[in-house]
């Protein structure tokens, strides 16, 4: 599936959706958003090798199969790309934790640490 960014589609030809998703995540770093789900579903997608057309806001870790350890991952890229630390007994991010729920939790975090 390719998606196009307003304004970039040049010549009849569409940008393919994994760098729309790229492009997105430097645009939320660069100006300061904290994460959405858009954010988050990118993380999960270049990280973990998961089609961004198959993620939903709705689907839990466990859905996407990812483990405890892929988790675990999962927060050190985020702590990584955003420079929001997520604490070892936040308990927010789980295996029945939807996309969404996390990329809220995250946010959640980020905004009660910022000063």
Known sequence: MRTALPGMNRGGSDIPASMVAAWMLSYERNTGMLVSYQTLAGYVSYHFGIEAETLRPDLTFEDLEMDSLALMELVVVI???TGIQIPD???EI???TTLAEAAAAVSRIGE???P
Do not use: Y
Request: aromatic share 0%; hydrophobic share 25%.
């Open 89 to 91: 007994d936040a308990g």
């Open 112 to 114: 009660c640490a910022a």
């Open 94 to 96: 789980g295996p029945h």
């Open 79 to 81: 702590e990584n790309e």
